[in-house]
């Protein structure tokens, strides 16, 4: 039973995949708070996944969202615009490289690698932002993206993805700012590794899984549940002063040397 009450409030979820999508975990966390939740899914091999799963919320609109479309994504805020006519949260919960990005050499990362990994996992949030922020100015709202340390130390094979993660931290900051006037709260939560579907493509994940659990604060892994709590909290008036933060959920990970 959540103590935090969002009811009133909606939420765009961008990243469901299955059940294992931190975006999941968020959703449930968000809407056992009792939020109005909206999701998209990535081509339509993905659509009956998200249908099936968001059934437990029967009028949350469901709706395809490439972000490598302009026009996909100014469908999904048209929508929300019809349907709720404001919006008071954005959680991006995507990232993508090729496979063959994240196994050895970064050297060799090509143009076209570079340029896909960028594009979803980083540049999203600022086009999805902006479309959002359209939706948010009324009564203000807040963003949250998802991260890696990655983005800041080194991971043999997470490669371009570090890259990735770097620029959408970034993002985050300049964001916050730009959207702080407006009232609106840009956030990252910088997760543990957790075994996911686009986890598990990359090279050694499992080494990376099993070295966090040894060398943690906390000595274990974190739980989805984790991820989603910690949304919940950002997103709600208990983080009203936090904004262009980067928020650990990692079991301590993060604070290690060695
Ligand atoms: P996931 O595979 O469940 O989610 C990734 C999502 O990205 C999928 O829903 C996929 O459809 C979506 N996506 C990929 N390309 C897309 C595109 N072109 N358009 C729209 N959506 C697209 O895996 P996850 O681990 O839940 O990943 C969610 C986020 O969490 C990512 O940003 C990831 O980098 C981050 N993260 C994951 C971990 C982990 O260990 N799992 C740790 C830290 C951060």
């Known amino acids: 039973m959540r103590t935090i009450d969002m009811s009133g409030k909606t939420a765009l979820v961008l990243g469901v995949a299955n059940q294992r999508s931190l975006a999941w975990a968020i959703s449930e966390s968000l809407?056992?708070?009792?939020?109005?939740?909206?999701?998209?899914?990535?081509?339509e091999r993905l659509q009956e996944n998200v249908t099936r799963l968001a059934a437990k919320y029967p009028d949350a609109p469901i709706m395809a969202c490439d972000v490598t479309s302009d026009?996909?994504?100014?469908?999904?805020?048209?929508?929300?615009?019809?349907?709720?006519?404001?919006?008071?949260?954005?959680?991006?919960?995507?990232?993508?490289?090729?496979?063959?990005?994240?196994e050895g050499e970064f050297r060799k990362t090509s143009r076209d690698g570079w340029h896909t990994a960028l594009d979803i996992s980083a540049y999203s949030l600022v086009a999805l932002s902006h479309r959002a922020a359209k939706l948010m100015e009324k009564t203000g709202g807040s963003i949250l993206a998802m991260s890696?340390?990655?983005?800041?130390?080194?991971?043999?094979?997470?490669?371009?993805?570090?890259?990735?993660?770097?620029?959408?931290?970034?993002?985050?900051?300049?964001l916050a700012w730009e959207l702080g006037p407006r009232g609106i709260r840009v956030n990252?939560?910088?997760?543990?590794?957790?075994?996911?579907?686009?986890?598990?493509?990359?090279?050694?994940?499992?080494?990376?899984?099993?070295?966090?659990?040894?060398?943690?604060?906390?000595?274990?892994?974190?739980?989805?549940?984790?991820?989603?709590?910690?949304a919940l909290f950002l997103c709600s008036d208990l983080g009203s002063g936090i904004t262009g933060t980067i928020i650990y959920v990692d079991a301590g990970y993060h604070v290690m040397g060695m």
């Open 188 to 230: 990252c939560i910088s997760a543990g590794p957790v075994s996911t579907l686009s986890a598990r493509g990359i090279s050694g994940f499992t080494g990376m899984y099993t070295h966090a659990r040894k060398h943690s604060p906390l000595q274990r892994n974190i739980e989805p549940r984790e991820v989603g709590d910690t």
């Open 71 to 102: 026009e996909q994504m100014d469908g999904v805020f048209q929508r929300l615009d019809r349907e709720w006519g404001r919006l008071d949260f954005m959680v991006h919960s995507i990232a993508f490289a090729r496979r063959a990005d994240l």
């Open 31 to 43: 809407g056992e708070a009792g939020c109005r939740l909206a999701f998209t899914y990535q081509g």
């Open 148 to 174: 890696f340390v990655a983005s800041q130390r080194v991971f043999p094979n997470y490669n371009v993805m570090g890259s990735a993660k770097a620029a959408l931290e970034h993002a985050v900051r300049q």
